[in-house]
């Protein structure tokens, strides 16, 4: 819970305000200063409520198994959809799947109850060895300069979702990008990039350019294609490797749900070779 320092009663007939809503505070007469007290004690303890931890989020990786996720974290499918040309053009939200506090997520390709882990991966004696990079993001990735904008891309990361591709390819683009109808597109491709392969990097601050992403993991679904893609972890979810390892904390990661990646826990674009369903 936040200290409530500032939290101070108001002067007659002033309103406060407080991180999740706002409370009338008229202090005159016993009265009005018990319907004053009554109320700042109910909206503290509404905010009490919403700032308890609902759980440890993250995404530990076992050995030779599932994905175990915590925290509640949320689940539903995205799926690509392409331009007239086919090319990925945007993201839709399919509807929500139940999501328990605590749940498994198959990770051997094998389960018969996709998304969720039904212990296959011990009867195809699945091997689920973590070869992924652990060096940050920022050691992995390639520079490219433009006039406005700056592009980093650490290619081994990559999910085949496409992204890239439109309107001349963003390795193209970011030459442009002192033409803002140019930068708009590049910003746009480059943050539906699900992996985080690719981030725009604002050359003037310094600072990346990342659109805020809810709390979640999506299912993609690649129509285009024909295949089901990799989990999509969004909003900054922590993954621990089998060892105990935390991989770098990222807006944007996708972990292989297929089993034939060769870049574990991490896709690699494999479930397109491999023509996987869920």
Same mark, same amino acid.
């Given at each position: 819970? %936040? ?5 101070? &009663? +108001? ?6 305000? &407080? ?7 008229? !202090? ?12 700042? $004690?109910?909206?503290? =303890?509404?905010?009490? +409520? ?27 499918? %995205?799926? *690509? ?24 997520? @198959? ?5 018969? #109850?996709?998304?969720? @882990?039904?212990? #296959?991966?011990?009867?195809?004696? &699945?091997?689920?060895?973590?070869? +992924? ?14 006039? +406005? ?10 999910? /085949?979702? =496409? ?9 193209? %683009? ?8 140019? =930068?708009? !597109? /590049? $910003?746009?491709?480059?943050?539906? @990039? ?14 990346? *350019? ?9 299912? *993609?679904?690649?129509?285009?294609e024909g295949v089901s893609g990799p989990l999509w972890l969004r909003g900054g979810i922590p993954v621990v490797s089998a060892d105990g390892h935390?991989? %770098? $904390?990222?807006?944007? $990661?996708?972990?292989?749900? @297929? ?14 070779? *491999?023509?996987? =369903?869920?």
């Amino acid at each position: 819970m %936040q200290t409530t320092e500032h939290k101070t &009663f +108001a002067k007659p007939d002033e309103t406060r305000e &407080f991180p999740h809503g706002r409370a009338e505070i008229p !202090l005159r007469g016993s009265l009005s200063l018990a319907r004053a007290w009554f109320n700042l $004690v109910a909206l503290l =303890r509404k905010e009490t +409520a919403m700032s308890k931890p609902k759980g440890e989020v993250r995404v530990v990786v076992t050995k030779d198994g599932p994905y175990l996720v915590t925290g509640g974290v949320p689940l539903a499918k %995205q799926t *690509i959809v392409a331009d007239r040309e086919g090319g990925s053009e945007e993201w839709k939200e399919g509807e929500a799947l139940e999501a328990k506090e605590s749940y498994a997520l @198959c990770r051997c390709g094998h389960s018969s #109850t996709k998304p969720f @882990c039904d212990g #296959t991966h011990k009867k195809v004696g &699945f091997v689920g060895t973590e070869t +992924a990079s652990r060096e940050p993001y920022e050691k992995q990735a390639q520079v490219m300069e433009g006039p +406005a904008m700056a592009l980093t891309d650490a290619e081994a990361l990559c999910a /085949f979702a =496409r992204f890239c591709d439109p309107n001349g390819k963003v390795w193209n %683009q970011v030459a442009d990008t002192d033409d803002a109808k140019v =930068r708009k !597109l /590049f $910003v746009r491709q480059v943050n539906n @990039c699900p992996s985080g392969r690719l981030v725009a990097w604002d050359r003037e601050s310094g600072k990346p *350019i990342e659109h805020p992403l809810p709390v979640s993991i999506g299912l *993609i679904e690649d129509p285009p294609e024909g295949v089901s893609g990799p989990l999509w972890l969004r909003g900054g979810i922590p993954v621990v490797s089998a060892d105990g390892h935390a991989y %770098q $904390v990222r807006n944007r $990661v996708t972990l292989c749900r @297929c089993g034939a990646s060769k870049n574990k826990p991490f896709c690699d674009g494999s479930h397109a070779s *491999i023509g996987f =369903r869920a």
